[in-house]
């Protein structure tokens, strides 16, 4: 297998066929969403088989959030556990974020108090999904945009007491810290100084909207900001070699563009290995 390591980007279809004319030295990596590949045929599984000659592939889930109350069935953990297999996908992440309940699938990723109650749920899920994929299993910090009064902990200890109760790892997404830090008003660089460090497997980074009253929006359709590319460097100082995605998921045409971020975060990743 082999390794995941440097600057990835995320396989979006309308850069596809860029990516394979040109096959960017920069990009060391892909990640993609199983959900846009299962039980599917046609240009989407053509498209990944041809990328995977090229590139390791890592997948990022959007639908099994870890707080959601109710298992995932068996089935539908047996097929994602085949898409890996046949991937090769060293491991799998998803959100912490509320996908459902009852029955209805929401469309959306929503955040859950931070409570002993949430973190029981949680922990099921997580070792549910570990136990069925067998493989390491990530969890990603949210972008939220409302906080509950039950909760009884902060964010990051709540993460910290999930990763250690499971023996999951951290997906550490930059960009969710930053956007989240000024929206509710506390300090970015202390919630990643808080970081359990030895828990960071995969980092994401992204680009955010500003609306007119300040508002910032997680939306992966606009360029990395200086802020983020500065709290980035400060989190790999932490945490070391982890490999970085970049998310972009709108506005774009070109490969062109996402290439001179990809340089940008390949140059930042560099000097900061080099300097530990």
């Known amino acids: 297998m082999v390794p995941v390591r440097g600057i990835g980007i995320g396989l979006r279809m309308p850069l596809a066929a860029e ?38 592939v890592v997948t990022h889930g959007l639908t099994m959030g870890f707080g959601s109350t109710a ?6 953990m047996a097929t994602l556990c085949a898409f890996l297999d046949q991937v090769e996908a060293p491991w799998h992440s998803d959100h912490l974020a509320l996908a459902g309940a009852e029955g209805m699938f929401v469309h ?5 108090p931070w409570n002993r109650e949430s973190l029981g749920v949680a922990t099921a899920r997580v070792r549910e999904m570990a136990d069925a994929l067998k493989r390491p299993i990530l969890v990603e910090n949210l972008t939220y945009y409302a906080t509950f009064d039950d909760s009884d902990r902060s964010e990051i200890q709540f993460i910290t007491d999930l990763l250690d109760r ?26 990643i100084s808080q970081v359990p460090a030895e828990r960071v497997v995969q980092i994401h980074v ?20 200086a802020d983020v590319y500065q709290l980035l460097e400060r989190a790999l100082q932490r945490v070391g070699h982890a490999p970085v995605l970049l998310e972009r998921d709108g506005n774009f045409s070109k490969l062109g563009p996402l290439m001179r971020e990809v340089q940008e975060l390949d140059e930042l990743y560099r000097r900061v290995l080099g300097a530990r």
Request: charged share 25%; hydrophobic share 35%.
């Open 71 to 76: 298992p995932v069935t068996k089935t539908r």
């Open 108 to 112: 959306d990723l929503l955040p859950v």
């Open 166 to 191: 499971t023996g999951a790892g951290l997906l550490l997404d930059v960009n969710n810290v930053y956007v989240n830090a000024r929206n509710h008003g506390f300090d970015a660089e202390e919630w």
């Open 206 to 225: 992204a680009g955010h909207l500003v609306r007119p009253d300040g508002l910032r929006i997680d939306t992966h359709a606009e360029e990395i900001c």
């Open 19 to 56: 990516m394979l004319e040109q096959l960017p030295s920069a990009v060391r990596w892909l990640e993609v969403h199983p959900e846009n590949y299962v039980e599917r045929g046609g240009r989407y599984p053509a498209t990944l088989d041809a990328c995977r000659r090229h590139w390791p």
